[in-house]
């Protein structure tokens, strides 16, 4: 323990002992003073030996005469920012739009070959063999290195290889032409990443189920040998497979829809609620022979089908009731008028 850690518990110590016993005895000013200044002393004196700013000072004084202070201005600051940003935005946009090209490309001239033979590296195959020394079908020698962009994991920057989730049979016909299909985009990855090394991971998920991932590393399974990730299941990918929607839901409350109907339409609404994303924007109307909003404070709107909102509404809808006569003209005529509006 240090002399100024010393001081700090001694004077705390006494001040509970001086609270304790402040009836009993009373400390003079001056003293209380002293320990004051003999604190502030023994505070400066840590504060200094472990900040380091004497240190700091030697290197300010040791540039002090090649530094100089320039006034700069603000606007002129933030517009060099966007600039860079908008570079930066440009050039993975573009790198994106020529894999987009190059896959448009493959498909558009590819002929699906139901008995097509085609090797190819998979991730969790590669590398592995037999004691013998015969490597694994679909495997391979597949160098692999670390590297410090890819935060010193093991990859191959020449070479994309290909991730299939253990529910998807890797010798499909569908998924071997897709792959094949895909093999193009190999030299695009490389040929991104040479134009802009600040590139990280890139890849191309596939409709059948395969994932090519750029620089290609070796996939490690699970505890049970499984590989249970799905591109398809992921939201990136959701997203760049469906457009955003303006959906207004429209669910009949009136008293034909007692008992197991309604069961059905609100377990129903749940799963539409359950398929968008925050690209999206949604509303619930309730109709029997009036209209009404599940949430008064959307009225006449969408909103965005965040989390949050989603979970909002199925709370909502849970708490919906039958009664009544269903007029499902009024709600249709609200709906169009809502979304007539947000066209506009």
């Known amino acids: 323990m240090d002399t100024g850690t010393r001081v700090i518990l001694l004077l705390v110590g ?15 000013p001056e003293t209380v003073q002293q320990w004051a200044s003999v604190l502030s002393v023994q505070l400066r004196d840590i504060t200094t030996k472990y900040s380091g700013s004497l240190l700091l000072q030697k290197k300010l004084k040791d540039v002090e005469p090649i530094v100089k202070i320039v006034e700069l201005d603000g606007m002129d600051l933030v517009k060099d920012f966007s600039e860079d940003i908008e570079r930066m935005l440009g050039s993975k946009m573009k790198s994106v739009k020529r ?52 935060n010193q994991l093991l990859v191959n920057v020449q070479q994309s ?14 998924i071997l032409n897709a792959i094949y299909n895909s093999e193009s985009l190999n030299d695009v990855f490389i040929n991104n990443f040479q134009k802009d090394p600040t590139l ?22 699970d505890a049970n ?7 398809r299941n992921r939201n990136w990918y959701i997203q760049a497979a469906t457009s955003p929607k303006d959906i207004i839901i429209m669910v009949d409350i009136s008293g034909s829809m007692k008992g197991l109907k309604m069961t059905i339409a609100k377990h129903t609404i749940n799963t539409i609620l359950d398929t968008l994303g925050e ?58 008028k809502v979304l007539n509006l947000l066209r506009r």
């Open 14 to 28: 006494f001040c509970s002992l001086w609270d304790s016993g402040q009836a009993q005895m009373k400390i003079p």
């Open 99 to 150: 894999l987009a090209e190059s896959a448009e490309d493959a498909d558009l001239y590819h002929d699906f070959n139901a008995t097509m033979q085609f090797d190819y590296y998979n991730s969790m195959l590669i590398n592995s063999g037999d004691e013998d020394g015969n490597f694994a079908p679909l495997g391979g020698e597949f160098p692999l290195e670390e590297n410090e962009h890819f």
């Open 161 to 174: 290889d290909i991730q299939v989730p253990t529910n998807v049979y890797n010798r499909d016909p569908n």
């Open 200 to 221: 990280t991971w890139q890849y191309f998920g596939s409709s059948t189920g395969f994932f090519r991932i750029y620089p290609g590393i070796k996939w490690t399974p």
């Open 225 to 231: 040998g499984v590989a249970a990730y799905d591109c």
């Open 279 to 336: 690209n999206d924007f949604v509303n619930i109307i309730a109709y029997t022979d009036y209209v009404r909003y599940v949430e008064p404070c959307f009225r006449g709107t969408l909103v965005q089908a965040d989390l949050d909102n989603r979970e909002h509404f199925k709370t909502l809808v849970d708490g919906l009731h039958v009664k009544g006569e269903a007029k499902i003209n009024k709600a249709m005529k609200e709906a169009f």
